[in-house]
Nanobody, 123 residues
Framework: QVQLVESGGGLVEPGGSLRLSCAVS????????IGWFRQVPGKEREGISC????????YYADSVKGRFTISSNSAKNIVYLQMNDLKAEDAADYYC????????????????WGQGTRVAVSS
């Protein structure tokens, strides 16, 4: 059974940084896709960054390009999302998700989801 547990959310001032972690169990990263998504109440969940471990290709939403970086520690089965220069509009609940096949799309229809971690951006 695939399990994902997010951590690292919190309150940060505009311009600050956070690193989210997604601990994954029940699958090996090879030939899988892991993604980070976020959702604001009343809005649809959006894909912000995904990594396809079959070829290490990555995707970033335009809104986070140059500020967010997805990375992984395969030995620990952890995927990270480093978020820099955070803005008020980045405040949301962040979720990681896993798909058990290589994907070229980063849309919120993955098969396995974590419970989420909240990011607040405020001075």
């Amino acid at each position: 059974q695939v399990q994902l547990v997010e951590s690292g959310g919190g309150l940060v001032e505009p311009g600050g940084s956070l690193r989210l972690s997604c601990a994954v169990s029940g699958l090996l990263f090879s030939d899988h896709t892991i993604g980070w998504f976020r959702q604001v109440p009343g809005k649809e969940r959006e894909g912000i960054s995904c990594i396809n471990f079959s070829d290490d290709s990555t995707y970033y939403a335009d809104s986070v390009k140059g500020r967010f970086t997805i990375s992984s520690n395969s030995a620990k089965n952890i995927v990270y999302l480093q978020m820099n220069d955070l803005k008020a509009e980045d405040a949301a609940d962040y979720y990681c998700a896993a798909e058990d096949y290589p994907r070229s799309t980063c849309t919120p229809d993955f098969g396995n989801w974590g419970q989420g971690t909240r990011v607040a951006v405020s001075s």
